[in-house]
């Protein structure tokens, strides 16, 4: 069976309602049976017809995260369509680049979101606040999804013209910033699953200034002391990476005018290895360092760090069965010593 066979074999069969379109002409060019019931169509009249006639909005068509969306990656996005007889449809919709029949298209599987939908004149559910933050960084991801195309295109422009991109590549550092901040948003929402490894904790921190490039600044002096040997964790190794991205983001929103910034690792015992982020910045008072993790908090009572990096920071540690000591000089500099278990 050819790769093209296999592909029209799996794309039949899935229960999961799919279709492929154009985001181009926003037509859909293929739908499965099981989306024709989805939207209870047949299949046949889904099939090249313009995608609003989904969304029953002669106004809405193609989501806006469903635009610009980079080859070899996937973005998922709420969205409330229409079926036939005029019902509301609420959705998640995974959507992948593909090439079809020459086009540059999206395959995308469209999964109800989990609540009732609401008929003609009812109302519909209110909305969770985990739904809430789903669709917010649903649709805030399109629009950085948006922008990370137009910043490669600057790229190539500006350095065509000049030779150095830089306004580009900041504009790229911010745009992996808001990616940062919107996994912060979903690692609190619970919406990361941990995929456990094998890893040395002591590489993660010497290539660290690669992983933490979108959150420093030229004024920030990184210093990177990994520990000697090998420090091997079983965890997440990407949970791991965004825990010290989340630390090392607080620590530069406290560094308004620069300075140094310290990450060390070690081994603590045979059960424990540690890690260590030090930086210059804002003291916290002593009467807040109890709520340091505490989400929303004032960024004023922590020192110029902000609580939902460091609440997400918390959460990722929870997860993997971490401890953390908080301490704060009395004029300037935090140090937050991170313990977690070692590999057996």
Same mark, same amino acid.
């Given at each position: 069976?050819?790769?093209?066979?296999?592909?029209?074999?799996?794309?039949?069969?899935?229960?999961?309602?799919?279709?492929?379109?154009?985001?181009?002409?926003?037509?859909?060019? =293929?739908?499965?049976? $099981?989306?024709?019931?989805?939207?209870?169509?047949?299949?046949?009249?889904?099939?090249?017809?313009?995608?609003?006639?989904?969304?029953?909005? @002669?106004?809405?068509?193609?989501?806006?995260?469903?635009?610009?969306?980079?080859?070899?990656?996937?973005?998922?996005?709420?969205?409330?369509?229409?079926?036939?007889?005029?019902?509301?449809?609420?959705?998640?919709?995974?959507?992948?680049?593909?090439?079809?029949?020459?086009?540059?298209?999206?395959?995308?599987?469209?999964?109800?979101?989990?609540?009732?939908?609401?008929?003609?004149?009812?109302?519909?559910?209110?909305?969770?606040?985990?739904?809430?933050?789903?669709?917010?960084?649903?649709?805030?991801?399109?629009?950085?999804?948006?922008?990370?195309?137009?910043?490669?295109?600057?790229?190539?422009?500006?350095?065509?013209?000049?030779?150095?991109?830089?306004?580009?590549?900041?504009?790229?550092?911010?745009?992996?910033?808001?990616?940062?901040?919107?996994?912060?948003?979903?690692?609190?929402?619970?919406?990361? =699953? $941990?995929?456990?490894?094998?890893?040395?904790?002591?590489?993660?921190?010497?290539?660290?200034?690669?992983?933490?490039?979108?959150?420093?600044?030229?004024?920030?002096?990184?210093?990177?002391?990994?520990?000697?040997?090998?420090?091997?964790?079983?965890?997440?190794?990407?949970?791991?990476?965004?825990?010290?991205?989340?630390?090392?983001?607080?620590?530069?929103?406290?560094?308004?005018?620069?300075?140094?910034?310290?990450?060390?690792?070690?081994?603590?015992?045979?059960? @424990? $290895?540690?890690?260590?982020?030090?930086? =210059?910045?804002?003291?916290?008072?002593?009467?807040?360092?109890?709520?340091?993790?505490?989400?929303?908090?004032?960024?004023?009572?922590?020192?110029?760090?902000?609580?939902?990096?460091?609440?997400?920071?918390?959460?990722?540690?929870?997860?993997?069965?971490?401890?953390?000591?908080?301490?704060?000089?009395?004029?300037?500099?935090?140090?937050?010593?991170?313990?977690?278990?070692?590999? $057996?």
């Amino acid at each position: 069976m050819t790769d093209e066979h296999l592909f029209r074999h799996i794309f039949e069969i899935n229960p999961v309602a799919m279709l492929v379109v154009d985001p181009d002409t926003e037509a859909v060019l =293929e739908a499965n049976a $099981a989306l024709g019931e989805l939207y209870g169509m047949t299949r046949e009249t889904i099939v090249g017809i313009p995608y609003y006639k989904l969304t029953g909005d @002669l106004d809405r068509g193609l989501e806006p995260a469903l635009y610009g969306v980079p080859a070899g990656t996937r973005v998922v996005t709420p969205a409330d369509h229409r079926r036939a007889d005029g019902s509301l449809l609420d959705l998640e919709i995974v959507a992948t680049p593909i090439e079809y029949q020459g086009v540059q298209a999206l395959l995308c599987a469209m999964r109800p979101a989990g609540k009732p939908a609401a008929g003609p004149g009812l109302p519909a559910a209110p909305a969770s606040a985990s739904g809430l933050v789903r669709g917010f960084t649903g649709e805030v991801g399109g629009l950085l999804n948006n922008l990370r195309g137009y910043a490669d295109e600057l790229m190539v422009q500006i350095a065509a013209l000049h030779g150095d991109p830089v306004g580009a590549r900041e504009l790229g550092d911010q745009i992996r910033r808001g990616d940062l901040l919107l996994r912060q948003l979903r690692v609190l929402d619970g919406d990361d =699953e $941990a995929i456990p490894e094998l890893f040395d904790l002591n590489e993660v921190i010497a290539t660290a200034d690669v992983l933490l490039t979108p959150v420093l600044r030229p004024e920030i002096e990184l210093v990177l002391e990994p520990g000697q040997g090998e420090l091997n964790l079983y965890a997440d190794r990407t949970q791991v990476e965004m825990a010290l991205a989340c630390l090392v983001s607080s620590s530069v929103n406290a560094m308004p005018d620069g300075g140094k910034l310290v990450i060390r690792a070690g081994a603590l015992s045979a059960e @424990l $290895a540690w890690f260590g982020v030090e930086d =210059e910045g804002a003291p916290i008072r002593p009467d807040s360092l109890a709520l340091v993790f505490e989400p929303f908090q004032e960024p004023s009572l922590l020192g110029r760090r902000t609580g939902l990096e460091l609440a997400a920071f918390k959460h990722i540690l929870d997860e993997i069965g971490g401890r953390v000591e908080v301490s704060s000089g009395a004029y300037r500099g935090v140090s937050v010593l991170v313990m977690v278990p070692r590999a $057996a």
